[in-house]
């Protein structure tokens, strides 16, 4: 049984700080590409982030860059995402997916997801 479950959302402060995790279960996680997403309400899912199978590739949306870090290990099956500088525009439920072999952006290609944590920013 698949399982991809999220933890460390929260509320936080402007200018705040959080780390995600992603702990997955039932299939091979180094075979995967990890990735983060969001939802913010009224809007459409988006990539945030997303990690190659060995950590040596990883791409971020150009609002995420220099403000959050993704990684990744595969001893502990577990991907992160730490949240630096938060915004009120980060306000949004984070997903992390997990696609198989490839190295995508698109959420479409994803093959699993978690069931989301909710991450507010607000003073």
């Known amino acids: 049984q698949v399982q991809l479950v999220e933890s460390g959302g929260g509320l ?14 039932g299939f091979t996680f180094s075979y995967y ?12 899912r988006e990539f945030v982030a997303a990690i190659s199978r060995s950590g040596d590739t990883i791409h971020y949306a150009d609002s995420m860059k220099g403000r959050f870090t993704i990684s990744r290990d595969n001893a502990k099956n ?18 992390c997916a997990a696609s198989y072999l490839r190295f995508t952006y698109t959420a479409t290609a994803y093959d699993y997801w978690g069931q989301g944590t909710q991450v507010t920013v607000s003073s």
Not at 15 to 24: D, P, V, W
């Open 33 to 44: 590409t990890m990735a983060w997403f969001r939802q913010a309400p009224g809007k459409e």
């Open 78 to 95: 577990t991907v992160y995402l730490q949240m630096n500088s938060l915004k009120p525009e980060d306000t949004a439920v984070y997903y």
């Open 12 to 25: 936080v402060r402007p200018g705040g700080s959080l780390r995600l995790s992603c702990a997955t279960s």
